[in-house]
Nanobody, 117 residues
Framework: QVRLVESGGGLVQPGQSLRLSCAVS????????MAWYRQAPGKERELVTT???????NYADSVKGRFTISRDNAKNSVYLQMNSLKPEDTAVYYC???????????WGQGTQVTISS
């Protein structure tokens, strides 16, 4: 059974940074496109960014230029560096593998990110 453990969230002020981590156990991520999603209060979960197995990345327009996704296949982990954070980035952040049918595995518990002054 695959387990996703997200960490690194917290409460920060606008303009500050956070680095999220996602540790995957029960499967090897090296051949998967990995992704970060987020779900804000009262909204549906949305795809934020993806990183392909060979390292190419894509970002939602709302985070482009501020967020950076990376992966360490040796550690079976994915990361999200978030800079210049805005209140609208407040959400629970989740990672998962992304396949044609959508998210590959059951969701982890996510990590709460709150941006507030």
């Amino acid at each position: 059974q695959v387990r996703l453990v997200e960490s690194g969230g917290g409460l920060v002020q606008p303009g500050q940074s956070l680095r999220l981590s996602c540790a995957v156990s029960g499967s090897i991520i090296i051949n998967y496109t990995m992704a970060w999603y987020r779900q804000a209060p009262g909204k549906e979960r949305e795809l934020v960014t993806t990183i392909l197995s060979h390292g190419s990345t894509n970002y939602a327009d709302s985070v482009k230029g501020r967020f950076t996704i990376s992966r360490d296949n040796a550690k079976n982990s994915v990361y999200l560096q978030m800079n210049s954070l805005k209140p609208e980035d407040t959400a629970v952040y989740y990672c998962n593998a992304l396949i044609a049918a959508g998210p590959r595995w059951s969701w982890g518990q996510g990590t709460q990110v709150t941006i507030s002054s």
